[in-house]
């Protein structure tokens, strides 16, 4: 479609989401971009964070859990290790994994210091975008 972008967001738990919006703008590893219909192509390796799309005047947020994105003039292709809509984000479940990922790294000992910490930010960026969700 003429000056539309298609947003895909891939994971491997399936399709989280596709359509045609208006502009998007992602964590890269590199820095946050945006991006518009008409950018010249590139990729570039995700953080973990938050992903946001336009689509007349609705604005609506994502959750991605790293990844990659490749860009094209009509197309931003997202696949990721999961996500999810700020709609969708279950918060008690963030947060429990939030609290298992905190005792964990208190015991400091006979852990997988990378993996708890990993987990814990992504319950922390969960939770917060969680908050970002529009009313409907
Ligand atoms: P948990 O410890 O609660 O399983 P996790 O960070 O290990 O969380 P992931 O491996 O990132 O979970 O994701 C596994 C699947 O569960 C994905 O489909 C992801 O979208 C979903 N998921 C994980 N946490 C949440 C949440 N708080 N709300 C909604 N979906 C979630």
């Known amino acids: 479609m003429e000056n539309k972008l298609k947003l895909e967001i891939v994971t491997p738990y399936g399709l989280v989401f596709s359509d045609d919006v208006d502009e998007v703008t992602a964590a890269g590893s590199e820095g946050e971009f945006g991006v518009l219909p008409g950018h010249a192509p590139f990729l570039t390796t995700l953080k973990r964070g938050m992903l946001t799309y336009k689509k007349g005047n609705e604005v609506r947020y994502f959750f991605v859990n790293s990844g990659f994105a490749e860009v094209g003039p009509d197309k931003v292709i997202i696949l990721a290790d999961s996500a999810e809509r700020s709609e969708d984000?279950?918060?008690?479940?963030?947060?429990?994994?939030?609290?298992?990922?905190?005792?964990?790294?208190?015991?400091?000992?006979?852990?997988?210091f990378a993996r708890a910490e990993s987990s814990l930010e992504r319950a922390t960026a969960r939770i917060q975008i969680a908050e970002k969700r529009t009313a409907r």
Request: net charge neutral.
């Open 89 to 112: 984000i279950d918060v008690e479940r963030a947060k429990a994994a939030m609290k298992r990922a905190e005792e964990r790294l208190k015991k400091a000992e006979e852990i997988d």
